[in-house]
């Protein structure tokens, strides 16, 4: 097989590092360029890196690659970025004023360029010169809501996002600078998230987010309510989110108490648990008891928690599956 050359921006950042630990004994991509701002400080290795977070094993496989600026030309027609938002639209418009394909996780591209939607990925244009994937907490509501409005149709939705650290920016947040509190609102992230969700969904239903920043290292939880065009009961909500791949749905679910899940770098993109329906004055939980009286307006009420990996599945994972797919198109005009 006849492996894709491929160059990595950000690579020393945290999501960078995620992205080469799954790319290190990739059969479809060699490496042959790393961009990164830690060239300008004269290290001329990524194995030498003193902020190196994954397996060190991971750096040391791609220390004989040439560790370069980020905006020195890539080696590579195809430059996966995951550099920081201060400087990756002016430093990956210089990439693709030469001709260089950039596939990006850029806030700035998201609502502009064409974007790498979970359970959608075959739609993203197979050779666009310009892409994008999402921030990691509308990676993680898109997949619930596709399945909920593709079967019963969605009025409206409201989503609070509790976000670790390592999202803030990459590398991530000081822990010191959020112990023992949380900080919150966070219009950026909100605004990020419904923009997003609004684009992918071409702005079929009202989008309500709330965005915390919650003193935990990895991984974010959600609490999701969406009012769907028509009514249902929890058996038909399980079998939908079931059906839909990248979702897994734990049940019975309200008031399980695990903890924070351990993140795989295989695990699903999405995570759904502590999920309730609310249909005319009663709210049912996975077991078909009522729960609580309230109200509701049209259809049925859908509740429910999502967890996911903000540095595996919903970021670098997503990141790989969108360089997969442009690798399969450029294989197969090559054929």
């Not at 004269?42 to 690659?65: L, T």
């Not at 059906?243 to 995570?271: E, K, Q, W, Y």
């Amino acid at each position: 097989m006849t492996r894709i050359p491929l160059s990595i921006a950000g690579a020393n950042t945290l999501l960078g590092q995620h992205l080469l630990a799954r790319l290190v004994n990739s059969q479809r991509f060699i490496i042959t360029s790393l961009h990164d701002k830690l060239a300008l400080q004269g290290v001329e290795s990524i194995a030498d890196s003193q902020d190196w977070s994954v397996d060190p094993e991971v750096a040391e496989a791609f220390r004989q690659v040439p560790l370069l600026p980020p905006a020195v030309q890539a080696s590579a027609p195809l430059l996966a970025s995951f550099l920081p938002d201060d400087d990756a639209q002016q430093v990956e418009a210089r990439h693709l004023a030469r001709g260089t394909r950039v596939l990006t996780h850029g806030e700035y591209a998201r609502l502009h360029r064409p974007l790498a939607i979970p359970g959608r990925l075959h739609e993203l244009p197979p050779h666009a010169r310009h892409c994008a994937t999402p921030n990691c907490t509308t990676a993680m509501c898109t997949l619930p809501l596709q399945a909920l409005q593709g079967d019963y149709g969605i009025q409206s939705v409201t989503i609070t996002a509790l976000q670790a650290i390592s999202g803030t920016d990459l590398p991530g947040m000081q822990a010191h600078a959020i112990h023992d509190q949380v900080i919150g609102h966070l219009p950026g992230e909100a605004n990020a998230l419904k923009n997003e969700l609004g684009v992918i969904f071409s702005h079929q239903f009202p989008i309500h987010t709330f965005a915390t920043r919650v003193p935990v290292w990895r991984g974010h939880t959600l609490t999701l309510a969406a009012v769907l065009n028509d009514k249902t009961d929890i058996a038909r909500i399980e079998q939908t989110l079931s059906a839909m791949p990248g979702i897994t749905l734990v049940t019975p679910s309200i008031g399980l108490a695990t903890g924070r899940p351990l993140f795989h770098s295989d695990r699903a993109i999405t995570t759904v648990g502590a999920l309730r329906v609310a249909d005319g004055r009663k709210v049912a939980d996975s077991t078909g008891r009522a729960s609580r009286s309230g109200t509701t307006s049209g259809g049925t009420t859908v509740m429910m928690t999502l967890t996911g990996d903000n540095l595996g599945a919903a970021t670098s994972g997503l990141m790989l599956r969108a360089l997969e797919r442009l690798f399969q198109a450029d294989t197969t005009q090559s054929q």
